[in-house]
């Protein structure tokens, strides 16, 4: 791209700006700059799906930043994990891929959002995947996005299932088929390698030579430019120098839903009674943003594994060495996925819409190392159960504690806040006990190593719950999707009130959804960028 404007500037090289840039610098689009506050350079651990935990809190792939003191917490802080570099969150995830339910998507439409059911947006949820069982009605196979099957398969997965069938739940062997709901094996975003495929490895990386797109890295954005109620550009930091760049037709935030609230307001556009004490001059007073940020509040318990079934097994380092060697030359083992036993989400109240609880089964725990046979003792083998609650009442907001573009936000997730959320997770940890308690789970299941004491009455559950609860890391909302005064961008993801500015990324979700986001993420660059294009939507689907 020459050094003359370009058409668009996208902010945020993540799941959804990748998919934006690639589609508006093709044919029938126009010139497009990203721009990317990260590092371009991407090293062995991002390629490893099994070193994503390493990824999580090293200041050079994450941001590493922390929520205000929580009161539903007990005062705790707790850590916010959000990708920096190309690919963003995408480059240091757990690879899980999958949709979530369909009436997640329903109850959009049935919040006054055309053309945001499940029906219409399946086949973008098709166009951007290549998914290893080919194409049918509910699958896509010729897209960008390498979507494979879980290549180490743990030994404790066939005992999970059969207790969960024990139950009366349902297990499923396809998360994205027509029985999403259940426990079993989620799909990755891995390719035929056991390498990690985020959004920049689908959709950046081969297109970084095409003439019509630039992309800055190291480029932390300062401002919007805002020009007579218009976006004109984009003020950003690189190097130590500061640069303008304008857009001639539209300015797309794709920072997610930490980063997009957050240039919002430092651009003077959010709540115009909270800006004005900052120091930051209100240009549009637009209350919602920031506000609706939420996350599934989570906890977890240990379990003590009566065979070796655990990772602890494989991260003898004999054996560890091996599977990397293995790993290397693209025969998978364990390092080309997470340590995943199974996943899914279930119902655990009869006629709700949609799954309310998230479940998930690891062979590790954080603690999980690798160990030296003959030096040391070799570890106990635990297993970790997870559990989350789907579509949370608690709601948190992103503000601006100065006026610094270089600063954090302020982030408040308030979790379990709300009576119903920590009912729900206190409802999840008693259903999981009760599925580890299950005959099918007899040979394997040991004691229950945290908490080291079992909770005797709701009150100590809710103490334990409280000291232990985190996120599953999938925030969105903080930019919501509607059409009522509240919302911060229409059905077409364009800011209210401000022209030539969209914020496309999870941000403008209107409601959490039950699966992990970064399907829907990339969907959303595609659709909306279709939208940009002026093309018509794709047809809908018809699902038996």
């Not at 050094?3 to 126009?30: E, F």
């Not at 799909?187 to 390498?195: L, P």
């Not at 081969?206 to 300062?222: F, H, M, N, S, W």
């Amino acid at each position: 791209m020459q050094d003359s404007d370009p058409d668009y500037i996208v902010v945020g090289a993540g799941s959804s700006g990748c998919v934006v840039a690639n589609r508006l610098s093709d044919i029938g689009g126009g010139t497009v700059l990203l721009l990317e506050a990260g590092s371009a350079k991407q090293t062995l651990m991002h390629r490893m799906p099994l070193a994503a935990t390493k990824l999580w809190f090293d200041p050079k792939s994450s941001w590493s930043l922390w929520t205000e003191a929580e009161p539903g917490l007990g005062g705790r802080r707790i850590p916010v994990s959000r990708g920096k570099g190309l690919g963003g969150s995408s480059a240091i995830n757990g690879t899980v891929y999958n949709r979530g339910s369909p009436a997640d998507y329903d109850q959009w439409r049935d919040l006054g959002l055309e053309g945001w059911d499940y029906a219409s947006l399946l086949p973008y949820f098709r166009r951007i995947e290549a998914h290893w069982r080919g194409s049918d009605v509910r699958h896509g196979s010729r897209g960008e996005v390498p979507v494979t099957g879980l290549r180490h398969r743990s030994g404790l997965t066939p005992y999970v299932l059969a207790a969960t069938r024990q139950m009366g739940f349902p297990t499923t062997d396809d998360l994205l088929g027509g029985e999403p709901e259940g426990i079993g094996l989620s799909d990755v975003n891995v390719d035929r390698w056991g390498r990690r495929s985020s959004a920049y490895d689908a959709f950046l990386k081969p297109i970084r030579t095409r003439r019509t797109l630039k992309v800055e890295c190291g480029a932390q954005v300062l401002r919007i430019l805002i020009e007579e109620g218009r976006a004109v550009g984009i003020e950003y930091l690189q190097r130590g120098e500061r640069h303008i760049a304008r857009a001639r037709r539209e300015v797309i935030l794709s920072g997610g839903a930490i980063a997009s609230p957050q240039l919002l307001l430092l651009s003077g556009i959010g709540p115009a009674d909270e800006l004005g004490p900052l120091g930051i001059t209100p240009l549009h007073d637009l209350p919602g943003v920031g506000r609706n940020l939420n996350d599934q509040p989570g906890a977890s318990f240990e379990v003590r594994s009566k065979l070796p079934l655990t990772a602890t097994y494989d991260l003898r380092f004999d054996r560890f060495a091996r599977s990397m060697v293995q790993w290397a030359v693209g025969l998978g083992g364990i390092g080309a996925g997470p340590p995943m036993v199974a996943v899914g989400s279930l119902r655990t109240v009869q006629g709700l819409a949609s799954p309310d609880l998230r479940v998930t089964v690891t062979a590790a725990t954080m603690a999980s190392r690798v160990w030296y046979p003959g030096i040391e003792a070799e570890p106990e083998h635990r297993f970790q159960v997870s559990f989350a609650v789907a579509h949370p009442e608690s709601r948190g907001s992103i503000t601006l504690g100065s006026a610094d573009p270089t600063a954090p936000p302020r982030i408040a997730y308030n979790l379990l806040t709300a009576d119903a959320d920590i009912a729900h997770l206190r409802r999840g940890y008693r259903l999981l006990r009760d599925l580890i308690g299950q005959p099918a789970m007899a040979d394997v299941v040991g004691d229950i190593v945290r908490p080291a004491i079992e909770p005797a009455d709701d009150a100590e559950l809710d103490a334990y719950l409280r000291s232990v609860a985190g996120t599953t890391s999938h925030p969105m909302g903080s930019c919501r999707m509607g059409n009522d005064d509240d919302a911060v961008v229409d059905g077409q993801c364009r800011v209210r009130g401000i022209a030539g500015l969209r914020v496309i990324d999870a941000s403008i979700f209107p409601t959490q959804i039950t699966g992990n986001p970064h399907s829907t993420a990339m969907m959303l660059g595609d659709k909306v960028s279709d939208m940009i294009l002026g093309r018509p939507a794709l047809p809908a689907g018809h699902l038996p």
